[in-house]
């Protein structure tokens, strides 16, 4: 309102300045109120001023100094001017009365006009304020609501949780109570079983020494009772008569007056006499130079012949396992089973009783597999024949056949006949063989994880090739006898590495053991060996170290290598594992033995049979690729301690790092 009063005081102002003369000023300043010392022009002037300091809040319409200087001619005269006391003395145009109440009727007239509106605005205002308001009550006890739901979820949660919990913990106790009773009752029977064990095994002693000195007192009282007969026969003969035909045998077999001195016994040498290594190569040699293995079809990639095929799926039934006996004993005529005695705390072995010497080697079988198992059909099948006869050499005479090996004989030497992929046989394995004219095969085992290995033999059964395709598509030669090599000179050899100590699980780790393996001793080798060299020629073999496994002990006649024994192998399983996963072409020979007791036909089968139980072990407990493994069997031609006698040195099973004699470098 008094913005009102202001513009309209300032607008009748200017009107009444320009209708108004312009006079000069007056020079008198005694009383800035005094209105006959101003000319009209300074009175229009000074109300004007007096009116916008209304306006501008400067001074109230009561007349007080509300802003700047409180004192002086202009505040003076405005504060007499909007008090009234000027009026008086001023034009009416000019009185403040006049100005101000026409301001005043003009803001009322424009006050009624934008009353109702402002009060409109003033509902609408208080009804969106009531609406916001009743917004927010709602979202806040909306808000409230949603927190007290989950509140009551996150406690229910809370509770269900600790049940959960409750419920777990009462079952594991449960459990842990159950398995420690479990644990408690079997640590008493097997402690019960120990005990029983011990207790046989004491008794068992007891009797065998028994019978020992049973035996020896028998065998000693016929020794002098035959003595007391012999003496007495002679005696008898003085002073009789006979006949002189008689007397004339009689004297032919006198006893000699003066005693005859007994010489002593030497011990046996072994059945075997081992060939020299230089023996060996030169034989080698011949019979390659009479074989034509390097041409064989199945060797030939451009090969268009014709072949027959056979596919089959190993399953359980027709893949061994390393625990798992085999279905036939070795069949040797002439044999000495190997038995075990125990001497303290070592096993020997001794034979069990010898048979006919001179019994004659069995016959080649025919060509008929009737009556064959399972597991020895699928050594056939392996071999890529059906009669062992179709492998053998001019010469050579079989001696051994247990169906899944037979052992031959020529000019006193043997050899092994054998299914090399035997170790590639895996459940789940797929096995298509490729027979050919000539008798060579080919062979591809993809297994269940995708991996395929191929492998070449001749005619004889020799496995000539064998590769390996990985993953990313590439194939790796593990070794390739159909690439002939350079013959063996053995005096041109290098020196043969150290034979390395025996190990044990709890006496070395993978990674000192793939040290040993690839002992930085052994000595550089410039040239490359085929598999047939390494595998047949002991100097050629002993170029690298050896690494004998002292924690196998095998069952008297027996190739089974229980669990127990098996994870003793972990650190040698391991070792090859590292080694062929940072080189896929490793190739690892692994050996068995046994002492010169018993027949040699059935040592050497017997220790390869050990040799592939080794290699099967370190497959299925450790996933050594078995690709990356042959197994070989050297019987008694090998003696680590040179004897006739049982020495269990001699009975042990060894692995070998060939791959530098295969590629021709360490």
Known sequence: MVSQLLRSSTALAVIVSLSLPVAAPAQSKADPTDLSLMAPEQITEAVQRCLRWIKNGRISPEGEILKGKGKGAKAEFCQAYVTGELD?????????????????????????????????????????????????????????????????????????AQAA?????????????????????????????????????????????????????????????????????????????????????????????????VESVAEPEPEVAPLDSQAQADALAVAEADESATAAAAAASDTQEEAEVVEETVTEDTARSSDEAFETDVNTPAAEAEVAVETGADTDTQADAAADPTAAPTAAPSGDDEGLSKLQKAALLGLGAVAISQLLKQGETVVSNSGDRAVVEQNGQYRVIKNDDALLRQPGSNVTTYKFKDGSTRSVVVREDGAEVETIRARDGRVLRRTRTLADGSTVVLFDDTQRADSVVVSELPT???????????????????????????????????????????????????????????????????????????????????????????????????????????????????AESVALALSEYFKVPPENMVVQGYGETDLAVVTARAERANRRAAVRRITPLLQGGS
């Open 88 to 160: 008086a003395d001023l034009d009416p145009a000019l009185a403040s009365s006049t100005l101000m109440a026409s301001a005043a009727t003009q803001a009322q007239t424009q006050l009624q006009q934008t009353e109702p509106a402002v009060e409109d605005s003033a509902a609408d205002a208080q009804a969106a304020a009531d609406a916001q308001a009743a917004a927010d009550a709602q979202a806040a006890a909306d808000a409230q609501a949603a927190a007290d739901a989950q509140a009551a979820a996150d406690a229910q949660a809370a509770a269900d």
């Open 165 to 261: 919990a409750d419920a777990q913990a009462a079952a594991d106790a449960q459990a842990a109570a159950d398995a420690q009773a479990a644990a408690d009752a079997q640590a008493a029977a097997d402690a019960q079983a120990a005990a029983d064990a011990q207790a046989a095994a004491d008794a068992q002693a007891a009797a065998d020494a028994q019978a020992a000195a049973d035996a020896q007192a028998a065998a000693d009282a016929q020794a002098a009772a035959d003595a007391q007969a012999l003496a007495d026969a002679a005696t008898a003969t003085v002073g009789a008569e006979v006949d002189p035909e008689i007397e004339s045998a009689q004297t032919e077999t006198q006893v000699p007056e003066t005693p005859v001195e």
């Open 496 to 610: 043969a590495a150290p034979r390395q100590l025996g190990f044990s699980s709890d006496s070395i780790n993978a990674d000192d053991l793939a040290l040993a393996l690839a002992a930085k001793e052994a000595p550089q080798v410039s040239r490359r060996f085929s598999l047939s060299q390494v595998r047949n020629i002991d100097a050629v073999r002993q170029l690298v170290p050896e690494i004998t496994v002292q924690s196998i002990n095998f069952e008297t006649g027996s190739a089974v290598i229980r669990a127990a024994e098996a994870e003793e192998l972990a650190a040698l399983g391991n070792a090859l594992r590292q080694m062929i996963a940072q080189n896929p072409q490793e190739v690892f020979l692994i050996e068995g033995h046994t002492d010169a007791v018993g027949a040699a036909p059935y040592n050497l089968a017997l220790s390869d049979r050990r």
